[in-house]
């Protein structure tokens, strides 16, 4: 019995999707997109062409559904399959596009530069805990119009691991795939084993850009997996109810699997978000508030209930440094994820309402995400009878220590935690220097990135890597680019 988390009923889940589908025919789906519209209006949908508004069918939708695939994996960079988006299969990887870096000295916000990219992909590929990368910096040493596409750059010259990442624009997406394919060094082989997932997102409520929809549909036609991202936030730009945020996010979603699917019958796409709850206070979307949990629960729920892959982003945390409030929202959060069984959870690291990532908050949210994995994982009658025999023959003697029984056992039903978990005495705390767990934690991240190990890559494939991305940065004004001293 491994322990799950149930937010909805089936008769709401089934509420919510027949709602969503009705919404998809009135009000329809503005997209700013005109091949998208092309397809829709040659599968049969009705399409306002003037005002760029598609009334989507149900039978249209639902054989969307059917025909996206329920399962599918994402690979490591030597081809060995590593992510598996399926059932209650539950995997982690790194908030991304932070547009700032917690700096470990100062414990201040700062723009993100070239080597915090580099340390942070080496600290990822250290840590078992985190199953992907995840473009997870915006550096702000290249020129804006390339940055989504430098941050994979940098990322293939240090990462094993698959990779969540995004594109920026319809122009960068297809270099984006060159760079992947160059590392891969073949076309075939990326498509038959994908070595990264592309986020879209369309924006609430009910609308796609031009940009979002038409990278949607190149990754489609490139075979490329796809997380559709969409941010209802409650009483802003979806209603204010949680139940009625799910069924906007419902809608979206539906309209993306339809367009993707009509792209390319069978493509690989991921019933994912980002929603949140609205504070009417301040005006912010806390990603750590625990009704943004609820939606996202409630959203992955419908996801599996349409046999789809699901992603969420779980976990992030508002606060704006590593605090006691960042781990009680951290942990809330990953918690949640684990339970509700979310494919891709997108979290560690992030603060700040999803715009400030932390070296220290991905080491300390590794370490909630081992025990999360070791409450799904239940608990098991490991002999038989569980424990009559042993305790009948100890009595009353408080002996267990010396066991084999014990000696047996415990390394699988007693989770040991790194150091950054501080479970020593308190005179023993005070001789190892009275350490706070953000101390341990940018000790660890510091012994990480030093054990890194680094990948193979080529000379050849670095000059094409470097070629390619220096091509796009000369066309705004750069003629070099700041060095990544990559490790041969």
Known sequence: MKPQFRILTDEIINQIIEEGLQ????????????????????????VDFENQIAYIPEDLVRKSIETAPSEFSLYIMDGEPAVHYRGDTVQFNPCSTALNILDSKTQKQRQPITADMVKFVKLVETLPELDAQSTALVCSDVPKEIADLY????????????IVTGAFSKETLSIMKSLLVTAVGDEADLTAKPRAVFDVCPSPPLLWSDFTCQ??????RSNIPTQLISMPLTGATAPVTLAGAVVLHAAENMSGVTICQLANEGAPIVWGGSPSGFDMR?????????????????????????HMPTNAYLGLSDSKVVDAQCGLEASGGILMAALTGVNMVSSPGMLDFESCQSFEKVVIDSEIISMARRLIAGIEARETPIALTLMREMGHRA??????????????ELH????????????????????TAFERASDRVEDLVNSYEPVAVSDEVHRELLDITLNAANKYGMDKLPDISFER
């Open 282 to 306: 301040h005006g912010t979307t806390p990603m750590g508030a625990v009704e943004t949990w609820m939606i996202n629960a409630a959203f992955v729920e419908v996801g599996k209930a349409l």
């Open 399 to 412: 002996d267990y220590l010396s066991q084999p029984h014990t000696h047996r056992w415990f390394r699988k």
């Open 23 to 46: 919404l998809l025919m009135d009000p329809g789906v503005r997209i700013h997109n005109e091949e998208a519209l092309k397809l829709l209006a040659g599968a049969g949908a009705q």
């Open 215 to 220: 990278n949607l549909i190149d990754c489609a």
């Open 151 to 162: 941050r994979l750059y940098i990322a293939l010259h240090y990462m094993r691991k698959p």
């Open 416 to 435: 040991a935690p790194s150091e950054v978990i501080d479970r020593s005495s308190v005179d023993e705390w005070e001789r190892n220097g009275a350490k």
